[in-house]
């Protein structure tokens, strides 16, 4: 497999590359900074310099050619404002997946936020930072206008990662992987390991919405599981849906 990491100098992004790397994967890592370029070299990809926030849908596609899947793991990071929010964490995401079409690229991981269902239906809840907001925002749009690309049969093979609260203890390699669960936290480590077995099990038409905390079952059993379970109609189905 050749994978292309948007914002491949995140923690969950890179901890992704040295594990597709080390199983013997192809990784093409997209960033924004040139003083990045290194890491990510050192991780096991090739990295590629683009501005997600400057940069039309051609000029990515130009670094998606020969690629078969795509990961959306970018974000404006903390100390950014509302706005950058909107750019990076649902903007960029929707040109990613532009680029990705363009490229012949069907097959997209989106790395997107626990609690974006909190704002639905422009929903305020109570004792949330303002900006925190605004990123909930950004990310539930974003799954929204890429699920809509994941209708019909020739459209994005779309997973959606809900991961809750990052920590950087080490893996557990268990977890909790379905449409909805209980709030809880994960390690960096798992997530990374989570979307790396996601990527060898391509999304049904219409996409999945996979949410994703600590918990009892190895990470290769819980994938196999959430996959089986889609298949057969089970809680992937849109980000609208609750259980």
């Given at each position: 497999m050749h994978a292309a990491i948007a914002g491949a100098h995140g923690q969950v992004a890179r901890l992704l590359t040295r594990t597709l790397a080390e199983r013997g994967d192809r990784v093409t890592g997209l960033v924004r900074n040139p003083d990045?370029?290194?890491?990510?070299?050192?991780?096991?990809?090739?990295?590629?310099?683009?501005?997600?926030?400057?940069?039309?849908?051609?000029?990515?596609?130009?670094?998606?050619r020969g690629v078969d899947a795509v990961v959306f793991a970018a974000g404006a990071g903390?100390?950014?404002?509302?706005?950058?929010?909107?750019?990076?964490?649902?903007?960029?995401?929707?040109?990613?997946?532009?680029?990705?079409?363009?490229?012949?690229?069907?097959?997209?991981?989106l790395i997107s936020s626990f609690g974006v269902d909190a704002v639905r239906d422009g929903a305020a809840p109570e004792g949330v930072d303002e900006v925190f907001v605004a990123y909930l925002r950004a990310k539930l749009a974003a799954e929204e206008e890429l699920l809509?690309?994941?209708?019909?049969?020739?459209?994005?093979?779309?997973?959606?990662?809900?991961?809750?609260?990052?920590?950087?203890?080490?893996?557990?390699?268990?977890?909790?992987?379905?449409?909805?669960?209980?709030?809880?936290?994960?390690?960096?480590?798992?997530?990374?390991?989570?979307?790396?077995?996601?990527?060898?099990?391509?999304?049904?038409?219409?996409?999945?919405?996979?949410?994703?905390?600590g918990g009892q079952e190895a990470v290769p059993d819980a994938v196999a599981r959430a996959v089986r379970a889609g298949r057969s109609g089970g809680p992937s189905g849109s980000v609208g849906a609750t259980d």
């Open positions: 990045h370029v290194a890491d990510v070299t050192a991780d096991g990809a090739r990295a590629a310099v683009v501005d997600l926030e400057s940069a039309g849908a051609q000029e990515v596609a130009e670094q998606l903390p100390g950014s404002g509302a706005a950058r929010k909107d750019t990076v964490d649902r903007a960029a995401a929707v040109l990613l997946a532009d680029a990705a079409q363009r490229a012949g690229v069907r097959d997209y991981l809509a690309r994941a209708a019909g049969p020739d459209g994005l093979r779309l997973t959606v990662l809900r991961p809750g609260g990052l920590t950087d203890d080490a893996p557990a390699g268990r977890v909790r992987l379905e449409r909805s669960v209980e709030r809880g936290s994960v390690p960096r480590a798992d997530v990374a390991a989570v979307c790396a077995a996601l990527l060898e099990h391509p999304a049904p038409p219409g996409g999945r919405v996979l949410e994703l905390v």
